[in-house]
């Protein structure tokens, strides 16, 4: 078994704590994979220390050859894809062919941001006096925190630390405590692919202790933060007191969209999919589904027979459609948000409980679980369960479907299910989210695309794609002037 050793100034150094917290698998909670000692507030003072003193010589560092050590860490992952699929799985519970998939799109990512070292292209600007120009460059910020939730924990990870390595930043990567195995595995894969000591730090630290030393230390110039609503405005408001950078990527409702000519087919799917792959538990799944009236019993007789033909299990069998919830606590609110949908008044049509039996005992499994005649006010169609739980809302028409659809606080993703491209125009124009899908999942992005969310999801720059870069730079101006001569009248 694993004890878990913090990353400090390029060396693997046990912390000191006496807390101490175990890595289980949720699908089968005998199963632990290691142990990690909750870093101290001095371990944490000693990765901001290390990356403030590693800042200069990184800098100073051409950009491509940063870029060189990220391109790399992205073969080196792509060498030990099987092998962090695997740990993935069995950390976190999502099944194999997700891990796969999130091991590849970091890969993707990894791979994008070292291209982006070549092109940190500033712009030439003409000015309105002879004999000047202006140009501008992009400066790195200096030490950042990495703040990452476990749902995710290869694939966040790797889209905030490759590009502000990439930009020139050194970094302190505070993981979910959930998931430190990932963890690791990431920070060795950068240390192997030639990261000069204390430019990527690693704290296994509790959120409310190590991170919020972290986060509100001077040094930091800028906190990338992706998790929960909760955690991240108060995050928000402290490092933004202080004047550092903060961005947030936070929780989501997000909706799909269902009209009456919608390939039932595809929707259903495509519905299933978003609902209830990796248990539910994405920023991004679908939560809820709103449906025209005409085709409203059509599509819960069939998302009801998909629900009820998933195979649940553990994430590590091939054939295993569905996962179980991360934890203890997460498996709790999942079970504690379908009694209040029936205490609400919602028709629980198919799921609303824990998935026993068939080896599935010892893990913290969820039937997938729809919800019809759900109305807009009720708690299941506001606020984030995440878990496999769908909440289908009957609607009259396109326009009160678009009502409902934008009636949260959330603006994360969101998807329509038509072929009548007008409507199809007018919902990409009126809907209130950061992403939107025509005809496809509310889930998944490409990672040279940009990733985030608008309204209660996302503060900040967006993360991935041509943005990756603007959150971890800072523009300098430059004014010149080659007259060779002073200045004659007003200058303002
Ligand atoms: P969380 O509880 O908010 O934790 C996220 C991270 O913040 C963890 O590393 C956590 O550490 C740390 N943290 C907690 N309190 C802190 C504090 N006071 N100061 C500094 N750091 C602190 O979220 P989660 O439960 O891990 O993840 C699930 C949430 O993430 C969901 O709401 C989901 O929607 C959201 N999410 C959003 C996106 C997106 O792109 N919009 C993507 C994925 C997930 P500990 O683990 O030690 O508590
Ligand atoms: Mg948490």
């Given at each position: 078994?694993?004890?878990?050793?913090?990353?400090?100034?390029?060396?693997?150094?046990?912390?000191?704590?006496?807390?101490?917290?175990?890595?289980?698998?949720?699908?089968?909670?005998?199963?632990?994979?290691?142990?990690?000692?909750?870093?101290t507030r001095e371990e944490a003072l000693a990765a901001v220390e290390a990356a403030s003193e590693a800042f200069h010589g990184w800098r100073k560092t051409p950009a491509p050859s940063r870029g060189r050590i990220v391109a790399k860490a992205a073969r080196l992952m792509e060498e030990a894809k099987e092998e962090l699929a695997q740990i993935l799985t069995r950390e976190e519970g999502k099944t194999i062919s997700e891990s796969r998939g999130e091991l590849q799109r970091s890969i993707n990512v990894a791979e994008f941001c070292a291209g982006e070292s070549r092109r940190m292209n500033g712009e030439t600007i003409l000015s309105e006096l002879p004999s000047n120009f202006a140009y501008t460059i992009k400066q790195p910020l200096g030490v950042v925190a990495c703040v990452t939730p476990w749902n995710f924990p290869v694939a966040i990870p790797v889209w905030k630390i490759a590009p502000a390595l990439v930009a020139g930043n050194t970094v302190v990567f505070k993981p979910a405590t959930l998931t430190p195995a990932t963890a690791v595995r990431i920070v060795e894969i950068f240390e192997q692919a030639g990261?000069?000591?204390?430019?990527?730090?690693?704290?296994?630290?509790?959120?409310?202790?190590?991170?919020?030393?972290?986060?509100?230390?001077?040094?930091?110039?800028?906190?990338?933060?992706?998790?929960?609503?909760?955690?991240?405005?108060?995050?928000?408001?402290?490092?933004?007191?202080?004047?550092?950078?903060?961005?947030?990527?936070?929780?989501?409702?997000?909706?799909?969209?269902?009209?009456?000519?919608?390939?039932?087919?595809?929707?259903?799917?495509?519905?299933?999919?978003?609902?209830?792959?990796?248990s539910g538990q994405r920023c991004t799944a679908t939560s809820r589904a709103i449906v025209v009236n005409e085709v409203a019993d059509e599509f819960v007789k069939r998302i009801v027979q998909r629900a009820e033909s998933m195979r649940i299990g553990d994430g590590s069998d091939a054939k295993t459609e569905m996962g179980p919830s991360v934890d203890e606590s997460q498996f709790k609110t999942v079970l504690d948000y379908l009694n209040i949908g029936r205490e609400d008044g919602a028709r629980l049509v198919c799921g609303g409980e824990r998935a026993t039996g068939d080896g599935l005992d010892k893990g913290y499994f969820v039937r997938p679980t729809v919800f019809d005649h759900v109305t807009p006010d009720m708690r299941i169609a506001r606020e984030e369960i995440f878990g496999p739980v769908l909440s289908v809302l009957r609607v009259k028409d396109f326009d009160e479907a678009m009502a409902v659809a934008n009636d949260t606080e959330y603006g994360l993703s969101s998807a329509i299910f038509t072929n009548d491209a007008a409507r199809i125009f007018r919902f990409v124009d009126e809907i209130e989210t950061g992403m939107t899908h025509i005809n496809s999942p509310t889930t998944g992005g490409e990672a040279h695309i940009p990733f985030g969310g608008i309204k209660g999801t996302g503060i900040g720059d967006r993360e991935q794609g041509s943005t990756a870069l603007d959150f971890y730079t800072e523009l300098k101006v430059v004014y010149v002037d080659y007259t060779g001569r002073k200045r004659e009248g007003n200058l303002y």
């Open positions: 078994m694993d004890t878990y050793r913090n990353f400090i100034g390029g060396k693997w150094i046990e912390s000191s704590s006496p807390r101490t917290v175990n890595n289980i698998n949720p699908a089968n909670t005998d199963d632990v994979l290691g142990t990690i000692r909750q870093a990261i000069p000591p204390g430019v990527l730090n690693l704290i296994l630290g509790s959120g409310s202790d190590a991170g919020e030393e972290i986060i509100n230390h001077p040094a930091v110039k800028a906190v990338s933060f992706t998790g929960s609503n909760s955690v991240g405005i108060r995050l928000y408001e402290q490092v933004s007191r202080r004047g550092a950078k903060c961005q947030c990527e936070m929780g989501g409702k997000n909706p799909v969209v269902i009209l009456e000519d919608a390939d039932m087919d595809l929707t259903v799917e495509s519905t299933a999919q978003g609902a209830f792959g990796s």
